[in-house]
């Protein structure tokens, strides 16, 4: 096999590793704790989000694919109090008002304190 193609299999195969987990997407985490200030924190449960839906858009159009995003992105004063809370229940009252599946909507069904 010469240089040129050896390199060529070799590039394409890191770039492919590097975006999947062994021929998988990488999803992220299964659950993510956001802090969510008095009420108590949030553990998020992504892996079951990611089973019930096939567009990412909604939640990822606002906050990034990355870890810790939420906080970093409350810090640098780019999400407004209870704005990602806000996000989650539209989505659930929607849901369940067209009699679907839906997560809770309030404040004990999410926060733990």
Known sequence: MNKLVCFGAITVSLFLLSNTSFGAPVKGAESILLKAGSKGDVLFPHGIHQGVTVDCQPCHGLLPKESAIVGKMQTEGKLQKKE???????????????????????????HEK
């Open 84 to 110: 990602v809370m806000n996000m989650c229940r539209e989505c659930h009252k929607e849901l369940a008002s067209k009699g679907e599946r839906a997560g809770p909507t309030a404040c004990a069904g999410c």
